[in-house]
């Protein structure tokens, strides 16, 4: 089994800034990519950021130069801070995590989500 926990979604004004937490735990040998998606009401889920076990990142040009995507590869966790924040970046939060389980198995995993809501 594998979990991956989400934390610190919430509301914010716009222009200001959150940091969203990703802990990957259970059955995991090692770790590949990691990254974050997001969703709106009535909008696809799309990619936010992302970023490789060796460290290289990549963003779509909506958040390119106000989201940053970092990781803890010994405590298998990412995190992206999320700066000048504007009402069009609220959705829920999704983290993703490609991942080696202890079964030799490459697996996407994806957590539970998690709010953020920028006010005008």
């Known amino acids: 089994q594998v979990q991956l926990v989400e934390s610190g979604g919430g509301l914010v004004q716009a222009g200001g800034s959150l940091r969203l937490s990703c802990a990957a735990s259970?059955?995991?040998?090692?770790?590949?990519?990691m990254g974050w998606y997001r969703q709106a009401p009535g909008k696809q889920r799309e990619l936010v950021a992302t970023?490789?076990?060796?460290?290289?990142?990549n963003y779509p040009d909506s958040v390119k130069g106000r989201f940053t995507i970092s990781r803890d590869n010994a405590k298998n966790t990412v995190y992206l801070q999320m700066d000048n924040l504007k009402p069009e970046d609220t959705a829920v939060y999704y983290c993703t995590a490609y991942l080696l389980t202890t079964s030799y198995a490459w697996r996407d995993y994806w957590g539970q989500g998690t709010q953020v809501t920028v006010s005008s």
């Open positions: 259970g059955s995991i040998r090692s770790v590949n990519s």
């Open positions: 970023i490789r076990d060796g460290g290289s990142t």
